[in-house]
Every structure is written in C-alpha cells, then in structure tokens.
C-alpha cells in the first residue's frame, strides 16, 4: 500500500483539538475516536468521509435482526451479518499494514486487526441495541455479549467465530502462557481500547524508523488522552531529536528530567545528558 499523505498542520490543530475534547467527554463516542485517529494518519479523510463511515456503520446495524435474542444470538447475527455476508476478518499479513488499525480503511477493505474488526462489531450492534463491549485479552482483543453471568465472546478476526471456554482460554494461554482469570473478561472502556489501538500503530511505526512521522502522532495523541504514562512524554522528545527538532526535543528532555529526579536523580541526569546531546546537534 502507498501510505496516505498527512493532514495539513491546520486540519491536523482542528483534529487534535476535536480528538482531546470527546475523549475528556463524559461518555467517549468510540467510533468518532477512532475516526478521528483515521484522519490524523490519512489527509485524504474529509469530513464528509468521517460521515459516511458512520452512516456505514448505522446502515449495517439496520441489516441485523430486530433484536434477535440472548446474547449468543446476536453473536450468531453478527458473524452471519460481518463475518459471512460482508466478508469482515483478518489474516496474518493485516498486522504489516498502517491501515488495519485505521477504521475507514477497515471499513472499506473489510480486513483489518483483531481490535478495530471488534470496534466494527461494537458498533454495529450497539447501533442495534446488543449488550456489547471489547475485551482485551492478552494478546488478542475479542467482543463480548451479555452480563458477565451469561457472556458470549466471538473473535471478529476470525469472522466472528462464536468462542468456547476452551477457545478464550487457549487464546490467552497461546499469548501468555498463563491461564485466564476472570478479570480478563471484563468490559474494555472505550478509551482502553483508543489506547490499546495507539499502542498498535507506535508498535508499526518502531519498526519501521523512517516512519517516525507516525510514532509522531501516535504518541501525541495519547498525550491527549486524559490519562497517560509520564514516559509518553520522554518519547515524544526522542522522537522530535531524531526527526532534527534538536531544540524542541532537547527542552522536553529537560522538561521530563525535572519530572524524573522527584524519584531517581540518577535517571534524571541521564536524561539532561541526552538533552545536552541533542543541543550540541545544533553547533
């Protein structure tokens, strides 16, 4: 894939503007998040392709049975409705591209990774009236349906591939080597799984460094949500050091060495060394 171009710096201002203001809203629309991100890595995403993602998206709930029943049932609906009928999964070659974690593009190719393929069945069904959140397994993210007591999980990378005891359980086995617990079962918050998305494209971008203008943005975006690690901003300054913003990234190192010597002074003088290295660029 030719990765799209990026927003202008004014569109890119108006998107992060947008972006920190619904996830500080006090109940985060996950859909308009994740297009939002869509639209920080893709410029050629307008405002009228944000709005026919989510009419998409209301189309598809409209396609599902008029509530079909418990919880298995909707996960039956769902897999026959995604999975069967539009042809929505992944594959192994879905985790080497951008756009598997960028909703429009998960939309329109109808591939993607095992969490926005689940942001897809969440918001289908919750459009429909399922009881349906996220959840993240280690590893692997799947959908849940139904209270805790009677809860169905499926795995939209795998069609919706209705899951067993026994399947969850080899899940998080295979990806940890540890058996379940039951508080991997709970519901994801939608700002989880915004960060748990932000981890995927900063985990693409490392490794692939001349695509530093994505980790870029993939960490300043989690900068922006309401709670975030401290190290996120020593990220951010390495980042700007070795895309040559020598001066900018040298005073968040500072800024974060300040921040480090409250606890361990060692670790904070090493931070200003860096800092200092990254001034002496500039000579």
Known sequence: M???????????????????EEARSERPD?????????AQADGGLDEAGI?????????????????????????????????ERCGFRGSAADYQRLESSLL????????????????VWMEVARRAGAHVYGVALPGHFVVGFGAAEEQVLADPFEGGRVLTGSDAELLVVGATGASLEPSMLAPADPLDVVV???????????ARPERSDVALWGVELSLLLPSHPARLRYERAQLLVQRGDFLTGASELEAYAEVVGAVDEGAAERVRKQAR???????
């Open 51 to 83: 709005d026919a993602a989510q009419i998409e998206l209301d189309e598809l709930a409209g396609r599902l049975p008029f509530r079909p029943g418990g919880p298995r049932s909707w996960a039956v609906a769902l897999r026959e409705l995604l999975g």
């Open 196 to 206: 748990r998305i932000l981890n995927n494209v900063r985990a693409w971008a490392a």
């Open 104 to 119: 429009h593009e998960v939309l329109r190719r109808r591939r993607g990774l095992p969490i926005l393929l689940s942001v």
């Open 277 to 283: 290295s990254a001034r002496a660029m500039l000579n």
């Open 30 to 38: 996950l859909a308009a998040l994740c297009l939002l991100l869509g």
């Open 2 to 20: 030719r990765l799209p171009h990026p927003p202008s710096p004014e569109r890119s201002a108006e998107l992060r503007e947008r972006f920190a």
